[in-house]
């Protein structure tokens, strides 16, 4: 059996990222300066960096509840408190953690609870829950929530949506002044847009390196290393991250490490992650020798479109472009693009129970993918973060079969 890749030595830059990151956040929020703006993972960051505000995006929260499997625990708490168990488990873990007092930031970093915000600053571009998850926290502390209510299944992105949503950015600008005590600086907008594009730039590489065969990483090193492009964007410090970790996929490269040792079979992630199964998933499919080289999700942070020269309408671009603004037929025709790239034969789509926003699986794709692409489909039943909604075992079946079925189609 050929050797296991050795580990990634960047992780040790990134953690040490975070860290500042959630350490600088916390002591923002207890010194009140700079204050704490709270974002969705696709809003406009760049808006509120340059405003001079501490950026927290609580969905990363919600994957870290997910990932060290608290979420399970803290859902209950929320449902409880009147959050139904079927929307999104990003909002009732956050919440019921929140509720219950406790958040993995204690475990990690000695960190207390979530900074609290000062203003929280929604874009519905990805679905309505971020907007009813931040109104909690908006009655909770009698903070100003404000945002962006986004068009939503776009086929082409015309200029009219592209004007619209310029004009709800600039309509944010007043609450943002006075929250934050700063003037809004259209050079300062214009230099974080330039950061984000330089940070997109690096992370779009990242993840087209894994078109090499055999891979240098996967999906799951992925949603790893990913942390960066969703926290720091707009910021120096992810490029700089970026460059660290390109050099030493080069070398992968270079040196013909593959993260998964003999190779066989190249698969495409659909949907979200099961954030407290990664370990678990990941063992598996190395193990049949199937590397998942591709994924829409950690593709979601590519924002092709920021331009510093015109930053209002390149932001609403970016924004708008996103795979999960879109409607079934762009989507099709991008995962079209990328499994052709990528050398990919088949598609898993995780059907996560609570974020029907990222399943797509339930209008038919798999299917048409299958009849017109010629690509061996699978359908994971699960959820990013509730693992009562996730079955070991069936997985672990499910995926033995599908890679079962890859190798006789292959023979
Ligand atoms: S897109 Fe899905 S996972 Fe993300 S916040 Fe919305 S419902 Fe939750």
């Given amino acids: 059996m050929p050797d296991a890749p050795p580990p990634i030595k960047a992780t040790k830059k990134m953690k040490e990222l975070m860290a500042g990151h959630f350490l600088g956040l916390d002591q923002a929020a207890r010194e009140g300066r700079p204050k704490v703006a709270w974002c969705t993972s696709v809003g406009p960051a760049e808006l509120l960096h340059a405003m001079g505000f501490a950026v927290y995006y609580p969905e990363n929260h919600g994957a870290l509840l997910g990932a060290t499997r608290m979420a399970t625990e803290v859902i209950p708490t929320a449902n409880a408190a009147g959050y139904s168990p079927d929307i999104c488990s990003y909002l009732t873990a956050d919440v019921g953690a929140f509720l219950k007092g406790v958040t993995p930031l204690t475990q990690a970093y000695g960190i207390a609870t979530v900074p609290k915000a000062d203003v929280l600053v929604f874009n519905t571009n990805q679905c309505r829950d971020v907007e009813d998850w931040f109104a909690f926290y908006a009655r909770h502390w009698n903070v100003p929530i404000v945002g962006v209510r986004s068009h939503r299944g776009l086929g082409e992105v015309k200029s009219h949506h592209v004007a619209d949503v310029v004009a709800q950015f600039k309509d944010l600008i ?63 410090e992810a490029v700089e991250y970026y460059d660290l970790l390109l050099a030493e996929m080069d070398q992968r490269i270079a040196d013909g490490v593959a993260a998964v040792p003999g190779e066989r079979h190249r698969l495409y992630w659909e949907g979200m992650p099961v954030w407290g199964r990664l370990r678990m998933l990941s063992d598996l499919l190395s193990e049949a020798k199937a590397a998942v080289v591709a994924s829409t999700y950690c593709n979601s942070w590519i924002f092709d479109a920021f331009d510093e020269r015109d930053p209002f309408e390149s932001m609403a671009r970016a924004y708008l472009e996103l795979f999960i603004v879109r409607d079934d037929e762009y989507k099709e025709r991008y995962i079209h693009q990328w499994v052709e790239r990528f050398g990919v034969k088949g598609v898993i789509f995780h059907d996560a129970k609570t974020c029907p926003n990222n399943s797509n699986n339930r209008y038919a794709m798999p299917q048409r993918l299958a009849r017109n692409l010629g690509l061996s489909t699978l359908v994971l039943n699960g959820d990013l973060n509730d693992l009562r909604l996730f079955s070991d075992e069936q997985a672990k079946t499910n995926l033995e079969a599908f890679v079962e079925q890859m190798e006789e189609l292959a023979a």
Wanted: some cysteine; aromatic content about 6%.
């Fill in 174 to 236: 007043p609450t943002l002044e006075r929250v934050s005590g700063n003037k809004f600086d259209l050079d300062r907008l214009r230099e974080t847009v330039r950061l984000s594009k330089e940070c997109t730039l690096r992370w779009r590489r990242v993840l087209e390196l894994a078109s090499r065969t055999p891979s240098p990483m996967t999906f799951f090193d992925h949603t790893i290393h990913m942390a960066p492009a969703v926290v720091l964007r707009g910021l120096p």
